[in-house]
């Protein structure tokens, strides 16, 4: 299934795709697997019930716009006070929600400026100490092409996990192929792809669209 | 009569021992005066002013200050669920940078993970380094120098600078 640009021909599709599934039995049901999962074990239960990435073939939520297809560019918004360091350079923590509540990103051929702009509205005014420092981006392709050490097993998932006022949401799971050794390992590895932290600065993303729509006051901080 | 306020580091930090909840700014190059010099400076004169010789915090101490305030940090600080910071880890991370001072200018900056587990990170020239301490005496790494690649976990018994990250690190 490729990205579609029509959403109520994906939701439709979804909905077919639902009941195929339904009806023959085929693949796991990503979407309740991903609904019952618990909030500090998802990456965990996730690979449990679905291993080696098997619900990236799939939409695990109904706002879904599509499964996350190779060849897309995929965002991740960088805040101070908690990834940058003294420096202002990105720290490669910023990715370490992946190995176990799923690491947020956008899908940034999908996202319109007006969805970004609301997911940084509601994320920055949470904290009065949060301010959007930049933009990494990396090819989901790159993602998918990790492998777990002296295996042919993947290391990284990439799901489409569509939320109702965010359907551009996906995020960034390790699989069952990576233990507790090899994480800092893996974190240097999307801190790599991810531009080895040099982010775009906000006023340069989509040539300032999303920092100009932005309230002042979340832009001064 | 001159005074002077003795120097951070050395036997008077060790001494100390985290009070996250009763502290209210990170590590300081300025200390209080210890009970012996404060009851010699209620002697003095009002125009006899104390001698203080002062210092910029070193960087070893900045990084300690860092892990000390995040102590303070509760569930949720990154605003994406991260877990509370781990105690032991952070204390880890602590006595491992302490044992830096003096021996190398390659100092670490600190990371918070999102399992609260802390870990020290080094991005410089030719070296990129995560240790990442467990909180149960033991610290993850991988190391890249150069070229090569290293990584596993090992022991850190808080006392002295496993081997491994000295010829990978510190040399």
Same mark, same amino acid.
């Given at each position: 299934?490729?990205?579609?640009?029509?959403?109520?021909?994906?939701?439709?599709?979804?909905?077919?795709?639902?009941?195929?599934?339904?009806?023959?039995?085929?693949?796991?049901?990503?979407?309740?697997?991903?609904?019952?999962?618990?909030?500090?074990?998802?990456?965990?239960?996730?690979?449990?019930?679905?291993?080696?990435?098997?619900?990236?073939?799939?939409?695990?939520?109904?706002?879904?716009?599509?499964?996350?297809?190779?060849?897309?560019?995929?965002?991740?918004?960088?805040?101070?006070?908690?990834?940058?360091?003294?420096?202002?350079?990105?720290?490669?923590?910023?990715?370490?929600?992946? *190995?176990?509540?799923?690491?947020?990103? %956008?899908?940034?051929?999908? $996202?319109?400026?007006? @969805? /970004?702009?609301?997911? #940084?509205? +509601?994320?920055?005014?949470?904290?009065?100490?949060?301010?959007?420092?930049?933009?990494?981006?990396?090819?989901?392709?790159?993602?998918?092409?990790?492998?777990?050490?002296?295996?042919?097993?993947?290391?990284?998932?990439?799901?489409?996990?569509?939320?109702?006022?965010?359907?551009? *949401?996906?995020?960034?799971?390790?699989? %069952?192929?990576?233990?507790? $050794?090899?994480?800092? @390992? /893996?974190?240097?590895? #999307?801190? +790599?792809?991810?531009?080895?932290?040099?982010?775009?600065?906000?006023?340069?993303?989509?040539?300032?669209?999303?920092?100009?729509?932005?309230?002042?006051?979340?832009?001064?901080? | 009569?001159?005074?002077?306020?003795?120097?951070?580091?050395?036997?008077?930090?060790?001494?100390?021992?985290?009070?996250?909840?009763?502290?209210?700014?990170?590590?300081?190059?300025?200390?209080?005066?210890?009970?012996?010099?404060?009851?010699?400076?209620?002697?003095?004169?009002?125009?006899?002013?104390?001698?203080?010789?002062?210092?910029?915090?070193?960087?070893?101490?900045?990084?300690?200050?860092?892990?000390?305030?995040?102590?303070?940090?509760?569930?949720?600080?990154?605003?994406?669920?991260?877990?509370?910071?781990?105690?032991?880890?952070?204390?880890?991370?602590?006595?491992?940078?302490?044992?830096?001072?003096?021996?190398?200018?390659?100092?670490?900056?600190?990371?918070?993970?999102?399992?609260?587990?802390?870990?020290?990170?080094?991005?410089?020239?030719?070296?990129?380094?995560?240790?990442?301490?467990?909180?149960?005496?033991?610290?993850?790494?991988?190391?890249?120098?150069?070229?090569?690649?290293?990584?596993?976990?090992?022991?850190?018994?808080?006392?002295?600078?496993?081997?491994?990250?000295?010829?990978?690190?510190?040399?």
């Amino acid at each position: 299934m490729t990205q579609s640009k029509c959403p109520p021909c994906s939701k439709l599709l979804f909905w077919l795709k639902g009941v195929w599934r339904n009806i023959f039995r085929s693949g796991p049901d990503c979407t309740g697997i991903f609904g019952r999962t618990s909030d500090d074990n998802r990456v965990p239960d996730v690979n449990s019930e679905a291993p080696d990435c098997a619900c990236e073939k799939c939409p695990t939520s109904k706002h879904s716009p599509g499964i996350v297809g190779d060849s897309e560019k995929l965002a991740l918004f960088a805040f101070s006070p908690m990834h940058f360091d003294r420096k202002g350079k990105i720290k490669p923590n910023i990715f370490s929600h992946v *190995h176990q509540k799923g690491r947020s990103v %956008q899908r940034s051929d999908l $996202a319109s400026d007006e @969805e /970004l702009c609301e997911f #940084l509205t +509601s994320f920055l005014n949470d904290g009065s100490d949060r301010a959007w420092r930049g933009v990494l981006i990396g090819k989901c392709q790159d993602v998918r092409a990790l492998f777990a050490p002296n295996s042919t097993s993947r290391s990284v998932c990439v799901y489409d996990t569509a939320e109702r006022s965010n359907p551009s *949401h996906a995020e960034l799971f390790q699989s %069952q192929h990576i233990a507790e $050794a090899d994480q800092p @390992e /893996l974190r240097a590895m #999307l801190f +790599s792809i991810f531009g080895n932290g040099q982010p775009i600065p906000p006023p340069n993303f989509r040539n300032g669209l999303i920092w100009g729509k932005l309230p002042q006051e979340l832009k001064s901080r | 009569m001159s005074l002077s306020v003795p120097t951070v580091g050395g036997e008077l930090m060790k001494n100390l021992s985290p009070a996250p909840a009763q502290r209210k700014s990170t590590a300081s190059s300025r200390l209080a005066a210890p009970p012996a010099y404060a009851s010699a400076a209620a002697t003095l004169s009002y125009d006899a002013k104390p001698q203080v010789k002062s210092r910029a915090t070193t960087h070893v101490e900045q990084v300690v200050g860092e892990l000390r305030s995040w102590m303070l940090l509760n569930e949720n600080w990154d605003g994406e669920g991260a877990h509370r910071p781990i105690e032991h880890s952070l204390a880890e991370a602590e006595a491992f940078v302490r044992l830096l001072e003096g021996r190398t200018d390659r100092i670490p900056e600190p990371m918070l993970l999102a399992s609260g587990s802390s870990s020290l990170y080094w991005n410089i020239d030719d070296l990129y380094a995560d240790l990442e301490f467990l909180g149960n005496n033991r610290v993850a790494y991988f190391i890249k120098r150069n070229e090569d690649k290293h990584k596993g976990v090992l022991a850190f018994d808080a006392k002295q600078v496993p081997a491994v990250f000295q010829a990978l690190i510190l040399a």
